[in-house]
C-alpha cells in the first residue's frame, strides 16, 4: 500500500504565497510522474503541475509563471510553491503520483486526501 499526505494548505490573501508539500510513503520502488490536481467547488478536478522523475515539469497555463513544482526523489516528496495566488486558485489541492511498488514496472496510481487552499481577502 502506498499513502500520500498532504500539508501546507490553508487561507490566504490574494497575491499572496503558499507552500504545498506531500510525502509518498509505503510500498514504493520508485515513482514516475508525481503532481498535484485541483478541484473547486462545483467543479471538475484539475491538473495543476506535474514533474516527472527526471524533472521535467508540466503546468496548467492557468498557473504558469505563478506556480513551482519540485521534487526530492530520495525522500518522495513533492512540492508546490504557489505564489502571486487568486481567489479562483482556491480549491482542494491533490497529490497524486505514479508508484512501481515492487520495481516490476508496472505502475499504480494513487491520491493523496487533499489539502484545502483558500485564496480571500
Known amino acids: 500500500q502506498v499513502h500520500l499526505v498532504e500539508s501546507g494548505g490553508g487561507l490566504v490573501q490574494p497575491g499572496g504565497s503558499l507552500r504545498l508539500s506531500c510525502a509518498a510513503s509505503?510500498?514504493?520502488?520508485?515513482?514516475?510522474?508525481i503532481g498535484w490536481y485541483r478541484q473547486a467547488p462545483g467543479k471538475q478536478r484539475e491538473l495543476v503541475a506535474t514533474?516527472?522523475?527526471?524533472?521535467?515539469?508540466n503546468y496548467a497555463d492557468s498557473v504558469k509563471g505563478r506556480f513551482t513544482i519540485s521534487r526530492d526523489n530520495a525522500k518522495n516528496t513533492v512540492s508546490l510553491q504557489m505564489n502571486s495566488l487568486k481567489p479562483e486558485d482556491t480549491a482542494v489541492y491533490y497529490c497524486?503520483?505514479?508508484?512501481?511498488?515492487?520495481?516490476?514496472?508496472?505502475?499504480?496510481?494513487?491520491w493523496g486526501q487533499g489539502t484545502q487552499v483558500t485564496v480571500s481577502s
Open positions: 497524486n503520483a505514479d508508484v512501481d511498488p515492487y520495481g516490476s514496472r508496472r505502475w499504480f496510481r494513487y
Open positions: 509505503g510500498s514504493i520502488f520508485s515513482i514516475n510522474v
Open positions: 514533474i516527472t522523475s527526471g524533472g521535467v515539469p
